[in-house]
Every structure is written in C-alpha cells, then in structure tokens.
C-alpha cells in the first residue's frame, strides 16, 4: 500500500510509518516540523527506498493534494496535542486540528481514490462519570481548546463523509505512552524530571483518572485496521482503549518508584482550568476483530522509564529554551506557590 502518513515525527505518528514500512509499505510522511517532532523518530527509515519525507503544512491545501493524489490511504496524526498549551494558545490548534483536517478531507474529496484514516481522542467525550465507558456513537461533550478542536475536526469529518459519500475512518485512542513522546507530556515529563530528581508538579489532588495504552498497541490496531478499511462511505469510529485506567497520582508514584526516587518528589500543584476528572472508552468494536493489548501498563512504564533512562541523547534536545519558556509558564508560579 502507499499510505501518507501526516505528523510522522512526532510520537505516534513515527511509530507507525516505521512499522508501515517494516511491513512492506511505501510511506510519504508529511511533517511540518513543529516543537514537537523529533526527525531522529524516523531516522532508522530516513534513507530507506519505501519511505520519502516532505516538511510541510497540512493547511497547504495544494501540496495536501499533490500528495494524497498519489496514495491508497491517508494516516492523519498531524495536530496540535498538548492540551496544556491548547490553553495559552487556543488558535493554532483550530487551525492545525480543524482546518488542516478539512484540507485532507478536501484532498480526499478531490482524488476519491485516497481512503481517509483520522486520529481522534477520548477526550472529545469530555469527563466521564465514574463507571461510565464512551461509546463510539457516544456525545461529544469536549471542554479544553484542544479536545473541542478534535471534536470539531471530527464533524467535519462526519459532514464529508456524508455530504461527499467518502468512507473514512475515526480512530479514537485513550492515553498514549511510550518511547519518542515529547518531555512536556505527562509521562515522558514526570519521568525525566524523576530521573534527574526534580520535583513532579502534580495537577490538584492527581484524582483524574486515564486510560493508558503502549504505543506498540496502537501500532498493531493501525496494522489490522489498514486491512480491513470500510468501504462503505460514512465516519466509521473505532475506539482503542486498553481498559487499564489509573488515577494521575498513581502513576506519578509509580515512576518515583521505576527511577528509584521517593513518592515526595511528587508536589501537588494548582490544578489546571477544566481539567476532566476521568476518560475512558469503550473498545469492544476493535476487540471484536480480534485486537486485544499486548502490552500491560506495569510493564510498558517500567520499559519506558528505562528507554528515557537511556537514550537521554534522543530526548535531551527537546529541553531547549523554547521548552523552559513553556514550563515556567505553565508550572514556574505553580511550582513556586508549593
Ligand atoms: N499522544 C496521545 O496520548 C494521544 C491520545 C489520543 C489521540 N492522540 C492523537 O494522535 C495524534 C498524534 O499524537 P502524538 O502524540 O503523536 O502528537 P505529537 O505532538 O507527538 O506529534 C504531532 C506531529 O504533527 C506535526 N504537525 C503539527 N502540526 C502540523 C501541521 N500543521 N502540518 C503537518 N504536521 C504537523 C508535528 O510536527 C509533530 O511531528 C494526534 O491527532 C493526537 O490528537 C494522541
């Protein structure tokens, strides 16, 4: 297959058009090299004969064109991530999160030939009372900037694939974790901070609840998803959830613990606005096809602390200015009102 894979280096994205291309695919990725991307992602692949990068925008709608024109399936992991800065700057993420995903559409919708594959999340369901598990067909309820332009991407999604008759495909994924994310996400920021024995700014109480998922899990459900793509037109939503859902204080006691560091690292911090106490998905539609998660969260922490452990010259040029400017202003008060 020749899969254009946007936002391939950044964490989820590389993972995936590596493994595309292990498996015998030819893979265009389409990368506009924002903070967060990591080209050394992709490095193993970088000179490989199946695999082409292009540094671009997914707004550009006439280079989105010229690209889609020229695959079988389009992987959309291309967005803004990071719901804390989708509360310092709530604009690039319409624009990223809605519009770009309105270029692919249009570029879909101009080809025809292309299948549209869309990375969503759990949190365009908004904070979930305890017992509750989203359902595919469930109501958006999304309450940062980050989760409503998910959620607006994905009517916009709904709208071409009913106006247009475009089978396209939703894939709504609860927590990622694993090598290669960016140190200012929660995980990736609490163990490096841990193995470098600084404090963990934890949101509130650390109540909210997450489910969390490998990364490697996330590869294999993209794997039998591309095998088996709708060809009916409408948005058809799959949810990947592990089931394994953890409140955010558990898990920051459990990476004090991997990287060898007492729990009282761990400083309870000014929560952020409209933090959602809890997600979690409903995925029995994907274990029905025979997916189920490989790897358990107990199992995936300890191996991911150990890869931030040791390959700090992978991760180490992301704590650049740029990096400190943004922690201080999202943790420096916090941190400094303890
Ligand atoms: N990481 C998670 O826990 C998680 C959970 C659920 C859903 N998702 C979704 O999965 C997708 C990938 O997430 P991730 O964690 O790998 O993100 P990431 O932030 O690690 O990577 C995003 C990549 O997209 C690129 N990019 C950003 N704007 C772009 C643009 N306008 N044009 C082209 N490229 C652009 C960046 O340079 C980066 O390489 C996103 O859609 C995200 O909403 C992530």
């Known amino acids: 297959m020749r899969v254009l894979v946007t936002g391939g280096c950044g964490f989820i994205g590389s993972h995936v058009a590596r493994a595309l291309v292990a498996a015998g695919h030819a893979v265009t990725n389409l990368d506009a090299l924002t903070y967060a991307s990591n080209p050394a992602n992709v490095a193993s692949i970088a000179a490989h004969p199946r695999y082409r990068f292009v540094e671009g925008n997914i707004c550009d709608s006439a280079l989105v064109r010229e690209l889609v024109a020229d695959v079988d399936v389009v992987i959309n992991f291309a967005a803004e991530t990071h719901v804390d800065r989708s509360l310092l700057d709530p604009g690039i ?7 770009g995903v309105v270029s692919l559409l249009e570029a879909v919708r101009a080809t025809r030939t292309a299948r549209l594959v869309h990375m969503s999340t759990d949190e365009v369901f908004g904070s979930l009372a305890p017992g509750v598990e989203a359902e595919e067909e469930g109501q958006f309820a999304p309450t940062s900037p980050y989760s409503a332009s998910k959620a607006a991407a994905e009517l916009q999604v709904r709208a071409y694939a009913e106006t247009y008759e475009l089978p396209v495909t939703v894939l709504r994924s609860c927590n990622v974790y694993g090598p ?3 140190i200012e996400k929660f995980i990736p920021l609490f ?10 700014p934890l949101y509130g109480d650390g109540l909210q609840e997450r489910e ?3 990364v490697d899990d996330i590869v294999a459900a993209v794997g039998l998803l591309l095998e088996h793509l709708p060809g009916a037109a409408g948005a058809h939503a799959i949810h990947i959830g592990s089931g394994e859902r953890l409140p955010n204080r558990v ?5 004090c613990r991997l990287a060898g560091r007492d729990e009282s690292l761990i400083q309870r911090v000014e929560d952020r606005p409209g933090h959602d106490r809890r997600y979690a998905l ?3 539609r994907l274990r029905s096809r025979g997916w189920r998660p490989a790897v358990r969260f107990e199992e995936g922490l300890e191996r991911t602390v150990r890869w931030y452990a040791g390959n700090a010259d992978a991760w180490a040029a992301a704590e650049n200015p740029e990096f400190r400017e ?6 420096g008060e916090r941190l400094g009102a303890v």
């Open 93 to 99: 993420f319409v624009r990223t999160d809605v519009e």
């Open 180 to 182: 290669n994310q960016h």
């Open 191 to 200: 163990i490096t901070r841990a193995l470098a024995g600084v404090p963990l």
């Open 212 to 214: 969390w998922i490998h």
């Open 251 to 255: 898990v920051a006691e459990a990476i």
């Open 282 to 284: 409903n995925s029995r």
């Open 326 to 331: 943004y922690f201080a202003r999202q943790y």
